[in-house]
């Protein structure tokens, strides 16, 4: 299995902030990873594909890079509407998912 | 842009087969890949597998499918049980198989596009 390692588990900033999460492969994936934002009681909605292609509808400020075993989210401007959990997957060989990074307001 | 809805029991007993139906509105589930997704209360996403189907639009039927190592001797998807469904089934069940499980239409390349909104399936006695 392919392990992915998502850092930190926890986040506080505040609105405006600039974020980063980090999503690591336990072996090199080329560029198959994408980003998803869950809320409490939803399912998770897709982001961010092929590590840095941007899902149709999501906000600019959101964006990914990466290749090989280090991945990025970042967000440049945090909006109210941000604070959630977001998980990293990558779909190289079976899919696995990372832990999952909670965004919380500092 | 498709729809996605869970159905089935809400509770099974352990030992036996948790079966679970997605069914798709908004477009036809042939020559596309559909997904089953896993997650516990409180904690992370886990992949079940996938069904690619083959077929035509008035007859899908199921194509290849690829399940997780971790679950591949328990797992079964497959299409129907009627037009724009498909299904899931994971035998010999227990408490570690209660979670939301979600249905969701995968890219060919394996990130999932949509997602239903998940039904929470308990495994009790």
């Known amino acids: 299995d392919i392990q992915m390692t998502q850092s930190p588990s926890t986040l506080s900033a505040s609105v405006g902030d600039r974020v980063t999460i980090t999503c690591r492969a336990s072996?090199?994936?080329?560029?198959?990873l994408a980003w998803y934002q869950q809320k409490p009681g939803k399912a998770p909605k897709l982001l961010i594909y092929k590590a840095s292609s941007l899902e149709s509808g999501v906000p600019s400020r959101f964006s990914g890079s990466g290749s090989g075993t280090e991945f990025t989210l970042t967000i440049s401007s945090l909006q109210p509407d941000d604070f959630a959990t977001y998980y990293c997957q990558q779909y190289h060989g079976f899919s696995t998912f990372g832990q999952g990074t909670k965004l919380e307001i500092k | 842009q498709v729809q996605l809805q869970e159905s089935g029991p809400r509770l099974v007993k352990p030992s036996e087969t948790l079966s679970l139906t997605c069914s798709v509105s908004?477009?036809?589930?042939?020559?596309?890949?559909w997904s089953w997704i896993r997650q516990p209360a409180g904690k992370g996403l886990e992949w079940i597998g996938r069904?690619?189907?083959?077929?035509?639009?008035?007859?899908?039927?199921?194509?290849?499918?690829n399940y997780n190592p971790s679950l591949k001797s328990r797992v079964t998807m497959s299409v129907g049980p009627s037009k724009n469904q498909f299904s899931l089934k994971l035998n010999s069940v227990t408490a570690a198989d209660t979670a939301v499980y979600y249905c969701a239409r995968e890219a060919p390349e394996g990130f999932g596009e949509q997602w239903g909104q998940g039904t929470l399936v308990t495994v009790s006695s």
């Open positions: 072996q090199s994936i080329s560029g198959w």
């Open positions: 069904i690619y189907t083959s077929g035509t639009d008035y007859n899908p039927s199921s194509g290849s499918t």
């Open positions: 908004g477009g036809s589930i042939s020559s596309d890949y």
